[in-house]
């Protein structure tokens, strides 16, 4: 079981959000994301870049989307095209680098994904926003956690999405599903988490992104 350091073995069920209406849980989770980051949630990006990615950030906002299914709160992800030069094939969430007509991260979120989902704007309410976080391709990231209100009917992008599912939050924010990993570049160890879900692998930044948001819940 891996569970948040300080936190010790908390379940999910545990959280005064899974006992909250919708409209409650709403305002909880706006509550929370005023506050300030736990640094729990704040030293999960490791530093690395890989060769070439070197050198100043790049601004990038990807949407963490709550959707309010009736069995309880769930998570959507999208699988990335194999063709894509960054991370390709690989988990994440709607999202990509800020450009110049944004006015902010979270029209930069909203943006990239009616781009690559057919998400409409209008079905999404943006609760907060979660530490930034620097990637190994050299983007520094800012999660804008929203709520979506079903029904939504998703027109996902062939070039960049190859899928789209949905995991339950209450999953992902169990403890014993939470896992850490390393690899060895050379002598270089990197570590990273994931959390695997039936066929689907989460890793890397996407599951750092929430393990992010799991400390930030949780946060006293």
Same mark, same amino acid.
């Given at each position: 079981m891996l569970a948040a350091p300080g936190f010790g073995p908390l379940r999910?069920? /545990? &959280?005064?959000?899974?006992?909250?209406s919708p409209a409650e849980q709403q305002a909880w989770l706006r509550d929370r994301f005023e506050r300030p980051a736990p640094k729990s949630a704040t030293d999960l990006s490791d530093g690395f870049? &890989?060769?070439?990615?070197? #050198?100043? !950030?790049?601004? !990038? @906002?990807? %949407?963490?989307?709550?959707?309010?299914?009736?069995?309880?709160?769930?998570?959507?992800?999208? +699988?990335?095209?194999?063709d894509l030069p960054d991370h390709p094939g690989q988990i994440s969430f709607p999202g990509g680098r800020i450009e110049p007509e944004d006015a902010d991260a979270?029209? !930069? !979120? &909203?943006? /990239?994904?009616? +781009?690559?989902?057919?998400?409409?704007?209008?079905?999404?309410?943006?609760?907060?926003?979660l530490a930034d976080y620097e990637t190994v391709t050299g983007f520094r990231v800012t999660p804008i956690v929203a709520w979506i209100e079903p029904p939504i009917v998703l027109k996902p992008d062939p070039v960049e999405v190859a899928s789209v599912f949905e995991v339950p939050l209450a999953f992902l924010l169990e403890p014993g599903n939470q896992q850490r990993h390393f690899r060895r570049q050379?002598?270089?160890?990197?570590? =990273?988490?994931?959390?695997? =879900? #039936? +066929?689907?692998?989460?890793? #890397? @930044?996407? @599951?750092?992104?929430? %393990?992010?948001?799991?400390?930030?819940?949780? @946060?006293?």
């Open positions: 999910p069920m /545990e &959280l005064p959000l899974f006992h909250l870049r &890989l060769p070439g990615r070197e #050198g100043v !950030a790049t601004p !990038a @906002a990807v %949407l963490v989307p709550l959707v309010n299914r009736p069995d309880g709160l769930t998570v959507l992800f999208t +699988e990335r095209s194999a979270i029209d !930069a !979120a &909203l943006r /990239e994904a009616e +781009e690559e989902i057919g998400l409409p704007r209008d079905r999404v309410q943006p609760l907060g926003r050379g002598e270089l160890r990197r570590d =990273y988490h994931a959390i695997p =879900y #039936g +066929e689907r692998y989460i890793w #890397g @930044a996407t @599951a750092a992104m929430l %393990l992010m948001l799991d400390r930030t819940l949780r @946060a006293e």
